[in-house]
Nanobody, 120 residues
């Protein structure tokens, strides 16, 4: 059974930093595009950042220059370094793994989420 396990969330003051981690198991991690999404109460889940299997990155406009996504294929882990946090960054953050298989189609997995709260 595929597992994506997020960690590193918590309560932080505005301007602070957090580093989220997502450890994957039972997938060939290096073949997957990995993403971080967030969902605030009453809102839809939104893409925060993505890193492809080849290492290319893309970010939501709201986090550019503040957040950095990275991956360590040897550890089957993707990270999200979040700096200069704002109250509007408060949300549940989800890890996502996706790839397209010729034989199996779209393979799409989600973690259980980790809460990030930015408040003084």
């Amino acid at each position: 059974q595929v597992q994506l396990v997020e960690s590193g969330g918590g309560l932080v003051q505005p301007g602070g930093s957090l580093r989220l981690s997502c450890a994957a198991s039972r997938i060939t991690f290096s073949l997957y595009d990995m993403g971080w999404y967030h969902q605030a109460p009453g809102k839809q889940r939104e893409l925060v950042a993505v890193i492809t299997s080849g290492g290319s990155t893309n970010y939501a406009d709201s986090v550019k220059g503040r957040f950095t996504i990275s991956r360590d294929n040897a550890k089957n882990t993707v990270y999200l370094q979040m700096n200069s946090l704002k109250p509007e960054d408060t949300a549940v953050y989800y890890c996502n793994a996706v790839r397209y298989s010729v034989s199996r189609g779209r393979l799409d997995y989600w973690g259980q989420g980790t809460q990030v709260t930015v408040s003084s």
